[in-house]
């Protein structure tokens, strides 16, 4: 069964670095979408991605972060200067149709770790 | 916004019973509710989903109901096995709106 890849499964960065958070879509989907979960907490939305544009995006999702998709199969999440408070599981997820009432699949996720 | 409430927190069951969790949404807007299933160390897995458009949807040993009018949907899983062990995330979500908002999770515990 086809599947969202995310690399890397874990991520330790020094507070104020940049990282870059990698995920391979389902190779048929079109929508795409960056969710974050800090531990304990709800899985949170960030941002969706069509078209090569944000769909829409969460309070969270300010100017520090941002989406790519730099090549035909890779859809990227930068957070420029990262913060303690950065810290949490990232989970990428695609769709086929988009609309916010069709079907999502997730990665296994990536774990930031802040130090 | 939408907000989801997911209740228990934790639902401890021996194996071959049932179990229940249930999930309230605040925005009447809302018409799409995903259950996803996440084991330790993976990402949320979607196991069944529905639209408010039906009041129940089923496969094989997983149901989920939905009424609209109170706002709320549930997830049963009948002739529960350890596999089932895992946290269990409702959602909820509408047309026209990708900020899909998840409840709190539930973590089921099936018990040999």
């Given at each position: ?8 499964s ?13 995920c391979?879509?389902i ?6 979408y ?6 304990g ?13 944000i769909?829409?995006?969460s ?12 090549d ?14 950065d810290s949490?599981?990232?989970f ?12 999502q ?11 | ?11 401890s ?12 949404y ?5 018409n799409?509710?995903p ?28 149901a ?23 946290v ?21 515990t099936?018990?040999?």
């Open positions: 069964e086809p599947e969202v890849t995310q690399t890397p874990h991520q330790v960065t020094q507070m104020g670095q940049e990282v870059i958070l990698r391979v879509p190779s048929n989907h079109l929508y795409f960056w969710y974050r979960q800090i531990l907490q709800k899985v949170e939305f960030l941002v969706s991605f069509y078209n090569n544009e769909s829409e995006k309070e969270i999702f300010d100017d520090q972060f941002s989406v790519e998709r730099p035909g199969s890779n859809f990227t999440l930068k957070i420029r200067s990262t913060k303690l408070e949490a599981m990232y990428c997820a695609s769709s086929a149709q988009g609309g916010g009432n069709q079907p699949h997730f990665g296994d996720g990536t774990r930031l770790s802040i130090l | 916004g939408e907000n989801v409430e997911q209740h228990p927190s934790t639902l069951v021996q194996e071959g019973d049932s179990a229940v969790i249930k999930c309230t605040s925005d009447s807007a809302s799409y509710f259950w996803y299933k996440q084991e330790l160390g993976k990402g949320p897995q979607l196991i069944i989903d529905i639209r408010s458009n039906v009041g129940e949807k089923k496969d094989q040993r997983i989920v109901t939905l009424n609209k009018t109170a706002k709320h949907f549930s997830l049963h899983i009948t002739e529960t096995q350890p596999e089932d062990s895992a269990y995330f409702c959602a909820a979500s509408r047309s026209n709106n990708n900020d899909m908002r998840f409840g709190a999770g539930t973590r089921l099936v018990k040999p």
